[in-house]
């Protein structure tokens, strides 16, 4: 080809090469323009709002006394529950899977229904647990429901970080724990899960942030979307000064508090709502910077 | 090609550390080692040699059963470890005692993600010993033992990864060391260190054999000849001859070892 052709199919090629930038640049900006919008307004329409005596109140039928008081404790009891089922029960399968379980037909069937688990949509879970938990052991429409629910739901992103982070440490690592006389336990104990913790914990805390935010699953098991008081005290007066009765007490929730708001007329509620909705928005993005936090912690310490 | 039963199985002058008899290995229904036969010197360095996939790395890891962690693996025959005369293939024998008695130094240096003290002191700690100036005193000495005490004396609390690789590998050596085993075994200890620290390690290597039994694999037929005793020539899962290093070198009985020390193939 002579230098003129070669001109010519360069700037065309050059052309096709711009076009594209534009598209993947533009593709990106739409996306991020919009969500940044969302946030804008949302911030605009509820920071006012965010006063101390709106942390304080409990629901009320006037907008502007009402608060999300039992909704941000009932969140807080309900992820105990959920991190308390789901974090040992994950971390405990995990390890099995990963350490213990031999290569054969059920552990891949075990680990084919995990990674889909993790993609069932929530309000399944809401209809197993309302069957289950509710109506067949009978705990009724409780923060012990709730948590369950939550944390059977986020149970499959624990087993598969715990996996995953159990994967990335190198064999030799293990063999040179055995070959020392360790038995299996003692370099699960010393090892595998020392070194695992961050990836681990990273997982668990990105579960526990979608739990946050999950409605339809705490709707079905019913949540009620209107409590005017606080569950009972975990602490009490007497011996042995531990009460879980907080466990079968009714709850509310963040996302159903904003839910409940944004389905009445007026729009002093939607303000409350737009407020609710900068608190758990702030929520999330704090567990993942936390979780970011710790798997870069992690990962300066240990390189393999 | 490969001639059989033309070994030299004569006994060796030396006190037996251990003894290999008729040794078949199967990787499922893959067998890796054909009815080898070998002799440990006590206190004395013998050399496994032979071209890649010969299965010198597989012997080496019948000696502390590292085969028993994955599933598929099969001994049959035995490896007699003296001076009690155990039989440490046996399926009765469980691969954790052998482990705590003969240890293992690997390809590449693995150390722990801990400090210097916590890779050292690990082997210890596994058998229950959590007195601090009895680890404090082991670690010492394994490190002395090692050639790494004067590096690491100042940064023992330091993690190991910020050691240079072959100190990593000398940690590892004192790692093996600490919980005084009968037998040291390595695997091709410096494949993966530069020539300044594998004349270290090789160094190492023939000062520790005053104190333990030592069973080493290399790809590299001048280190079998710098350090060792014993030199075992490995081909296609069996042993091809057997005999003091420097007559293997000088004179070997068996025309396919002539041809892999000269370096006509392999």
Known sequence: METGKIRKRIALNRF????????????????????????????????????????????????????????????ILVMIVTAATAVPLGIAAGIYLEEYGKKNWLTHLIEINMNNLAGVPSIIYGLLALAFFVYFLKFGESILTGGLTLGLLILPMVVIATRESIRAIPNSI??????????????IKDHILPY???????????????????TAPIITVGAL?????????????????????????????????????????????????????????????????????????????IKW | MVIIGAMDMRQIPEGLKAEVKGLNFYY?????????????????????????????TTYLRCFNRMHDLYPGN???????????????????????EVRMRISMVFQKPNPFPKTVFE????????????????????????????????????????LAFNLSGGQQQRLCIARALATDPEILLFDEPTSALDPTATSKIEELIMQLKKEVTIIIVTHNMQQAARVSDYTAFMYLGEIIEFDKTDKVFTHPSIRLTEEYITGRFG
Not at chain 1, 35 to 48: R, Y
Not at chain 1, 176 to 181: H, P, T
Not at chain 1, 230 to 255: A, G, H, N
């Open chain 2, 28 to 56: 499922n229904d893959v067998q890796a080692l054909k009815k080898v036969d070998l002799q440990i010197a006590e206190k004395k360095i013998t050399a496994l040699i032979g071209p890649s996939g010969c299965g010198k």
């Open chain 1, 174 to 187: 293990r063999e040179a724990s055995y070959a020392l006389g360790a038995t299996k336990w003692q370099t």
């Open chain 1, 225 to 301: 979307t209107f409590i005017a008081f606080l569950p009972t005290s975990p602490i009490s007066s007497e011996f042995p000064f531990l009460s879980f009765k907080w466990l079968m007490d009714p709850f509310t929730v963040m996302p159903i508090q904003m839910f409940n708001w944004i389905s009445r007329p007026q729009t002093a509620f939607h303000i409350n709502a737009a407020a609710a909705g900068i608190v758990l928005l702030l929520l999330t993005l704090l567990m993942n910077g936390f979780a970011i936090y710790m798997r870069y912690r992690f990962r300066k310490r």
């Open chain 1, 196 to 214: 695992s913790f961050g990836g681990i914990l990273t997982g668990v805390i990105i579960g526990l942030s979608r739990a946050i935010g999950e």
């Open chain 2, 74 to 96: 099969r001994y049959e025959g035995e490896i007699i470890l003296y001076p009690d005369r155990l039989n440490i293939i046996s399926p009765k024998i469980d691969p954790i």
């Open chain 1, 16 to 75: 096709r090469d711009h076009l594209f930038w534009i598209i993947g640049l533009l593709s990106t900006l739409i996306g991020f323009v919009l969500l940044f919008t969302l946030i804008i307004d949302l911030f605009i329409d509820g920071f006012p709002r965010l006063t101390l005596q709106f942390f304080l109140s409990y629901p009320s039928r006037f907008p502007e006394k009402a608060g999300i008081l039992s909704a941000w404790v009932g969140t």
């Open chain 2, 119 to 158: 890779n050292v002191a690990y082997g210890l700690r596994v058998r229950g010993e959590n007195r601090k100036h009895f680890l404090e005193e082991k670690v010492e000495k394994a490190l002395k033992q090692s050639a790494l005490w004067k590096e690491v004396k100042d940064r023992i609390h330091d």
